[in-house]
């Protein structure tokens, strides 16, 4: 094995251990040990993050923010990594926001500048657009962190019509049309909920909570995917052409929609009850572009809130 292989090896080694002698990587390196501390030594200048303690306890530890090792790329890898993070370019917050401008630099200037033109000219030709939501997610973060830890937490939280405290237990998260959203089974509900993490006020405590105890699902793409076959109301609402281009671009409705040779289209689907509300204020702007035919309950719902809108008016008269 030559040095540079060694070295190579030595950080995916360190990597996993975290706590090491340089005995240990003597024996494993089949090396000796002055030849491990001049390896140890060249990778800290690199910047590799190594602390050393002395004693007959002592030897290295990793720090916390660990170095990966070297990682080669191709020219459409490389490519790939930039048109992926693209993508969040438009959004707001992000869990790792610094951190992936940082990386973002550091891969773009080891790259030849051949290689950084090309990446230039995609970041100015394509865009996956997002409306600006002007909604900060300041706790965007923390919430990630409890989420992926598997944690409880008691949060402050201010809905459409009141602010309240609950305790709730992160399924994960997910991004749609420019808002973090995350599904949480809420303890004061006893059911699942979904909340707006730019609505989350504050995290009071965050724990840990007894597994096995709650109905949660072990993952978001299996709650998501739960929720795309849940099927409280059977929907259709018929569509002009105008309608149709607005319901293309709202992804949930999209799922649905079918579009007829001759104009128009139809929004055919089952839907829960949870986005029963949120259809009739999305399908309300649309005015005759849109005529809910099912279910009775949506229908009654757009009712209810022209009624509000009409009695809203008259009273400015």
């Not at 292989?5 to 090396?31: C, H, P, Q, W």
């Not at 030849?35 to 720090?63: C, K, N, W």
Request: glycine share 4%; aromatic share 10%.
């Amino acid at each position: 094995m030559s040095k540079a292989e060694r070295l190579i090896e030595m950080m995916i080694t360190i990597n996993a251990k975290k706590d090491f002698t340089v005995g240990e990587l003597a024996n494993e390196f089949s090396v000796s040990k002055r030849t491990i501390l001049r390896d140890l030594q060249e990778l800290e200048q690199a910047g590799f993050p190594l602390y050393s303690e002395v004693g007959a306890a002592g030897g290295y530890h990793i720090l916390k923010e660990r170095i990966l090792p070297p990682i080669v790329f191709s020219e459409s890898e490389a490519k790939a990594v930039f048109f992926a993070c693209q993508a969040l370019q438009y959004y707001r917050d992000l869990p790792f926001e610094q951190e992936t401008i940082s990386v973002l630099k550091k891969f773009l200037n080891c790259l030849p500048l051949d290689m950084q033109n090309s990446i230039t000219q995609i970041q100015n030709k394509v865009v996956f657009w997002i409306p600006d939501r002007h909604c900060d997610s300041p706790l965007l973060k923390s919430m990630f962190l409890v989420a992926i830890n598997r944690h409880a937490a008691t949060i402050r939280y201010s809905s459409t019509y009141s602010e309240s405290t609950r305790t709730i237990i992160p399924i994960g998260l997910y991004a749609m049309n420019g808002l973090w959203y995350c599904p949480a089974y809420c303890t004061t509900a006893n059911q699942i909920r979904v909340f707006r993490v730019d609505r989350i006020k504050e995290i009071i405590e965050e724990k840990s909570y007894p597994k096995g105890k709650y109905p949660i699902p072990m993952s978001i793409q299996e709650y998501l995917e739960k929720t795309e076959v849940k099927n409280d109301y059977h929907m259709k609402i018929q569509l002009t052409d105008i309608g149709v281009k607005r319901c293309e671009s709202e992804c949930l409705l999209a799922s649905g929609l079918k579009t007829f040779p001759m104009g128009g289209g139809i929004i055919d689907m089952e839907i829960n009850y949870a986005a029963l509300e949120w259809v009739a204020d999305y399908i309300l702007p649309f005015g005759n572009n849109a005529t809910v035919l099912e279910p009775v309950e949506l229908i009654k719902l757009i009712q209810q809130k022209i009624y509000e809108l009409h009695q809203h008016y008259c009273s400015l008269e």
